[in-house]
C-alpha cells in the first residue's frame, strides 16, 4: 500500500509539472505569432523539440531501438505526428492569429481544454475504458470550473471569430486521436523512441508546407526574443513535457489522465498574468479549485481494487 501510493504521488507531480508547463505555452505563442508567421513557428517547434529529443534517445536507446519503431508501426507514427504535432500546431497558430489579440491565449487555452470529452468517449469505444458515474461528474465539474476561469463568468466565444475558434476545437479533437494512437504504440515501445521518430516526421511535413504557403524570407528578421521562444516551445512543449506525459499514460488511463489538462487554463491565465500583463482576480483561484475538486472526483472512481494512478 505503501508503495503505491509513492507511485500516486509521483505521477501526481509529474502530470501538474507537465500541464504547468503546458499552460505557459498560450501566452508565449501568443507573444511568438507577433513575430513569427504560424506555420513557421509550428516547424519552429517541431524541430527545436525533435534535435535534443533524437540525440538523448540515441545516446541512450542507440541507433537500432531508436528506429526500430519506425520499421514495424511506421502508419501509427505518421498518425502520431499528423494529430499530436503537425494539424493541431497549424489548426492552433492559424486560429489564434484570427482570434481577438486581447483573449486569444485565454481562450485557447479553454477551447483546447475540450480534449478529454472527446477522449474519454474515444477511449471507451476504442481501447474499452470504463467511464462511470463519478468519472463522469468530475467531468462535468472540471469542464465547468475552466470555462468560469476563463471567461470569468462571460459569454465563451467571445471576442473570437467563428473560424478561429474551430479551428482551435479542431486542434482539441486532434489532441484526443493522439491519445489513442501514443496508448497503443506505448504496449510496444519506450516513449523516447515514438517521440522522437513522430518529431522526425512532423518537420517533414513542416517543411513544405512552410516553404510553399509563408514567406520564409521574414525569418531573417525574426528577433532574439522570438527565437527563445520559439525554442522553448520546441524543446518543453513538444518535448520534455511530452516525455513526463508519456511516462505516466504507459500505466494509467487515458481517459483519467486526460482530466488533468482542465488545469491547463489555470496555469495559462497565470502565465499570462505575469509575462503578457493580463488581469488575474480571485476568481481565478476560485474556479481552478473547482477544477482541482472535479478531477478528485474523477481520479477516484475506481473499476478495480488494484487500479493504480
Do not use: H
Not at 528506429?67 to 508501426?73: F, H
Not at 500505466?251 to 489555470?266: C, D, G, W
Amino acid at each position: 500500500m505503501g508503495q503505491k501510493t509513492k507511485v500516486e504521488a509521483k505521477n501526481f507531480l509529474v502530470l501538474i509539472v507537465a500541464v504547468t508547463m503546458w499552460g505557459s505555452t498560450f501566452p508565449a505563442i501568443k507573444i511568438a505569432l507577433g513575430d513569427i508567421q504560424p506555420i513557421t513557428l509550428g516547424l519552429f517547434r517541431a524541430i527545436f523539440g525533435f534535435i535534443p529529443i533524437a540525440l538523448f534517445t540515441l545516446w541512450r536507446f542507440g541507433l537500432k531501438n531508436t528506429l526500430r519503431p519506425a520499421k514495424n508501426d511506421l502508419l501509427i507514427l505518421v498518425g502520431i505526428a499528423l494529430t499530436q504535432f503537425y494539424l493541431p500546431l497549424v489548426s492552433q497558430n492559424v486560429g489564434m492569429t484570427l482570434m481577438d489579440p486581447e483573449t486569444a491565449a485565454s481562450m485557447s487555452s479553454l477551447l483546447q481544454a475540450t480534449a478529454p470529452i472527446f477522449t474519454i468517449f474515444l477511449s471507451a469505444l476504442f481501447l474499452g475504458e470504463y467511464i462511470g458515474v463519478k468519472k463522469a461528474v468530475g467531468t462535468a465539474i472540471a469542464l465547468s470550473g475552466t470555462v468560469m476561469l476563463v471567461t470569468r463568468g462571460g459569454v465563451v466565444l467571445r471576442g473570437a471569430t467563428l473560424i478561429g475558434n474551430l479551428m482551435l476545437l479542431g486542434s482539441a479533437v486532434f489532441y484526443a486521436f493522439s491519445g489513442l494512437l501514443v496508448k497503443k504504440a506505448l504496449d510496444s515501445y519506450n516513449p523516447l523512441s515514438i517521440l522522437s521518430v513522430s518529431l522526425f516526421i512532423s518537420v517533414i511535413l513542416f517543411l513544405p508546407t512552410t516553404f510553399i504557403l509563408e514567406d520564409t524570407t521574414q525569418i531573417v528578421e525574426i528577433s532574439t526574443s522570438s527565437w527563445i521562444l520559439a525554442i522553448y516551445l520546441g524543446l518543453f512543449a513538444n518535448g520534455i513535457v511530452l516525455i513526463l506525459w508519456y511516462y505516466v499514460l504507459r500505466t494509467k488511463e487515458l481517459s483519467k489522465q486526460i482530466l488533468f489538462v482542465y488545469l491547463i487554463p489555470f496555469f495559462g491565465i497565470i502565465f499570462s498574468y505575469i509575462f503578457a500583463d493580463e488581469t488575474i482576480t480571485i476568481q481565478t483561484f476560485i474556479f481552478g479549485a473547482v477544477i482541482l475538486i472535479g478531477i478528485t472526483i474523477a481520479q477516484y472512481e475506481k473499476k478495480k481494487e488494484n487500479e493504480e494512478f
